[in-house]
């Protein structure tokens, strides 16, 4: 289907709009020592309701709402650019995975990520919630979001943070990333288990769901759903490192020899296909087929950071500006239960890493720094926001808490690790720096890392 002249102008008017904004703010942010998905998403607060629709409603809507396809293709452009964030940070959780690590880190994760979680649901039972519901109406996904929004750590961000800071290479840097690294795969997968409730509780079947005859909101399809969720996150470790290389070696691949940037893409989206035919979420197709690609190498590898580099530069910060663009801190939003939930995360967070580090051994000013380091919620908060709001688990109100949630916390802990190297101290005691992450600070520092 052709466009007409006009509409085609509105929709490069508004994409023009928002890339200009996302990356002129994306860039200050960066100046001012700020995550750049802070000012990209900032540029789309300013061309939305929050402040173009509050002083020119009439040319806000026409930019952004007066073509016919102009909320078609900036919503494609805003999919894609999430697929290909999920693909980057899947082949960053490689890079970072493959390392081995002599800190035992694994007491960090785990009272730092299950407090957090156990906290939220905890507060579910204290505080009514329900004026926060999507249209979807399902209050176990709701609480599932709501758990996740407090126990979430951000590896792009806080990993672009200390690249920055000239500490990535650090024991601090390593111990944070292989925290990050746990918790962000068990939230992924648990995201995905609030989805396929909300899928399966849906009227209609489809995919093998559908195939399999199972009934659409039933024990047996939301244990289907669960079991599919785990199984394709298990896809990695089933299939062994070096899949994606042979795949891309094999003679007979003449995708690969015409374009390794195509095949690429083509297999990215190829398992986010597949992740939605069996009942999960495509973005954790796209998240897994990075993994799978994460030790790519050569030819491959060149292209990879070739995705990245575009990808950074156009759909992802586009997907960043339309996340902003939907937010409305005049009409939907509530400003003395964000900043009660901004505390009460940060305190639940904050405390749990901190015991968590002192359990393991680390000083007070270390367990200090962890904590707040850990508290950086970032890109996966931004995603989960959107996600569950593309659900129907939440409404317009939770959605903007959330962001602005995930975009404060980011900033607090750039600035306090940045006034702590100031003042000339060590971020964590004990154990010298090593550098073992530091052939990992070059793949965590590209493109969409940035975030």
Known sequence: MSLSSADLTHLIAAAVLLLVAAHGLGRLA????????????LGGLLLGPTLFGLLAPGWQRAVFHGGAATQAGLGIAY????LLLMYCS??????????????????????????????????LGLYDTSRFLGPAGDRFSFGLIFALAIAVT???????????????????ARVVLSVAVLEDLVIYVVLNIALARVAAGSAETSGLLGILGLESGGNVAIGYHIAVTLGFF???????PGLVQRLADWPGNLLQRASPIAFQLVFMLTLAGLASFVGVAPIFGALVAGILAGDLRGESLEARRAISGVSSATLV??????????????????????????GFACLVKSVSCYVGARLVGEGRSGAR???????????PGIVLASVALDARIIDDSFYT?????????????????EVVLRRGKDLLSGEPDDGLVAGVAARVGEGPARL
């Not at 960066?30 to 998403?41: C, D, F, T, W």
């Not at 298990?234 to 062994?240: E, H, S």
């Not at 720094?369 to 890109?379: E, P, S, T, W």
Request: aromatic share 8%; no cysteine; charged share 10%.
């Open 317 to 342: 910060p586009l997907y960043f500006a339309v996340v902003g663009l939907r937010l409305d801190l005049v009409g939907s939003f509530e400003p003395w239960f964000f900043l009660f939930l901004l």
């Open 79 to 82: 999919q894609l650019g999430l």
């Open 401 to 417: 808490m959330l962001v602005m949630l995930a975009l404060v916390t980011s900033v607090i802990a750039g600035s306090w690790l």
């Open 154 to 172: 951000s590896i792009p961000v806080i990993s672009r943070i200390m690249a920055d800071l000239g500490i990535l290479g650090s024991r601090f």
């Open 30 to 41: 960066a100046r001012l020592h700020q995550p750049r998905v802070a000012g990209e998403i």
């Open 234 to 240: 298990l896809l990695p470790v089933v299939a062994g």
């Open 369 to 379: 720094n962890l904590a707040v380091a850990l508290n950086a919620r970032g890109g």
């Open 90 to 123: 899947g082949t960053e959780l490689r890079a970072l995975l493959s390392r081995g690590e002599r800190k035992p880190i694994l007491g960090i994760a785990v009272v730092g990520n299950v407090v957090p979680f156990l906290a939220g649901l905890a507060f």
